[in-house]
Every structure is written in structure tokens, then in C-alpha cells.
């Protein structure tokens, strides 16, 4: 199987506001990486897991409602990165509440060493897991745990 293929478990890699910015902005906080490295580290690691990815970012809140409607539909499980969205949004809390797969919520850097309103998520209380503080190690760590949460035999 190629990692293109169908049979593969189809993993939503969700991205949330400013995240596109990334290497631009805050580097002290959020390092020099930017999302373009992220999606290849994303696409590698699921590559080597057999899981295939669909990478997505947006600024706003009702797409990533939509990505999550249709992951729901269509992916195995999800991987959410809410950004700013994470301390605000009920309305993504309640869109990741109506899927039945794995979501795995990722922050870059550790939002519990933060400003306090930084500290408090609505996915959290949604998501099978929480990694925080990895840096874009994080998205890696929940694509592997993903694929042990849908059954996908460990690489050899």
C-alpha cells in the first residue's frame, strides 16, 4: 500500500487561527518552524504509521467547524491544534463532542505556563488526549497515539 492509498486510516490534521504565521511570529514562543514543516513532519510520521493525513488551516471558526463536520464523516480520527480558539470556542468544543473517533488536542507550547486565560481549554474537555509543550514534536506524538487508538499495527 502506498501512503495515498484508500485503505489507509484518513487522520484530519486541524489548524486553527495565526498558526499560519508560524516562523514569523512569536519565535521565542513558538520557535522557527513553520506550518509548512509541521504538515511534512505530519505527512512523514503518518507515512511511517500507515496512516494517510488531510492538513488544514484556518483563521476562521465556522471552516474548522466544517472540517470537523466532515472528518466526522470521513477521518479516522482528528489531531486539533484551536489555537486562540482553544480558550474561546464552544461552538468547536461542540462539533469535536459530536465525533465519535479519536481527537487529540496539540499546542506547541505549554498553554499551563501561559497567560492565565491561556490556561483554560474547551477541547480538553472533548479530546481523547492532550499534548502541549512538544513544540511540533506534538504533532507527531498524536499521530502515533492516533494510530494505536484506531488499531493500526506499530511500524516494524
Known amino acids: 500500500m502506498t501512503p495515498d492509498s484508500p485503505a489507509l486510516p484518513l487522520v484530519f490534521v486541524l ?25 511534512s513532519l505530519c505527512h512523514e510520521t503518518a507515512s511511517r504509521l500507515g496512516l ?4 488544514r488551516q484556518s483563521n476562521a471558526e465556522h471552516v474548522l467547524i466544517d472540517w470537523i463536520h466532515a472528518a466526522r464523516e ?4 482528528i489531531v486539533i491544534n484551536p489555537a486562540a480558539y482553544t480558550h474561546t ?5 461542540d ?25 483554560h481549554s474547551f477541547v480538553s474537555a472533548v ?7 512538544c ?13 494505536q487508538l484506531v488499531g493500526v499495527p506499530p511500524p516494524r
Do not use: M
Not at 519565535?27 to 518552524?33: F, N
Open 15 to 39: 489548524n486553527g487561527p495565526n498558526l499560519n504565521l508560524l516562523g514569523k511570529r512569536q519565535q521565542e514562543i513558538y520557535g522557527s518552524e513553520t506550518l509548512a514543516d509541521i504538515e
Open 52 to 55: 494517510r493525513v488531510d492538513f
Open 74 to 77: 470521513d477521518a479516522a480520527g
Open 89 to 93: 470556542s464552544v461552538a468547536i468544543q
Open 95 to 119: 462539533a469535536l463532542a459530536a465525533c465519535p473517533q479519536p481527537i487529540l488536542e496539540v499546542h506547541i507550547s505549554n498553554i499551563h505556563k501561559r497567560e492565565p486565560f491561556r490556561q
Open 127 to 133: 479530546a481523547s488526549a492532550v499534548i502541549s509543550g
Open 135 to 147: 513544540g511540533s514534536q506534538g504533532y507527531a506524538l498524536a499521530l502515533a497515539r492516533i494510530a
